[in-house]
């Protein structure tokens, strides 16, 4: 296990920093989120507020995906098969001709 020190903290925040002069790209600090596991939370808390950033837990969504759920159940799936299934309708509609619509009805 690696060993919680401000060295890792400071090291992830330039890894990041790095990350953005390299890429372009910014990292935005206010809406990321930092998943501890086996962390004391006054620690956690801390090392929050050195990156400027929110504490989450291990259930969360990612790009619209559930992490950290149990894929078993039923309503872990539920809200994916709707968001596909909407997608799906709008979809076939748009590349259908007038009468596959008709009959896709």
Not at 2 to 18: F, M, P, V
Not at 43 to 49: G, K, N, Y
Request: glycine fraction near 6%.
């Amino acid at each position: 296990m690696e060993e919680k020190s401000w060295g890792n903290i400071r090291t992830l925040k330039a890894n990041l920093i790095h990350f953005e002069i390299i890429f372009g790209l910014k990292v935005n600090f206010p809406k990321s989120l930092l998943v501890a596991v086996n962390m004391a939370v006054f620690w956690l808390v801390e090392a929050v507020v050195m990156l400027n950033c929110k504490i989450s837990h291990i259930d969360f969504v990612y790009l619209g995906l559930p992490i950290g759920w149990d894929p078993p159940q039923f309503s872990f799936w539920h809200s994916l098969v709707e968001k596909i299934r909407k997608k799906r309708k709008g979809w076939k509609s748009k590349i259908l001709s007038m009468g596959g619509r008709l009959y896709a009805c």
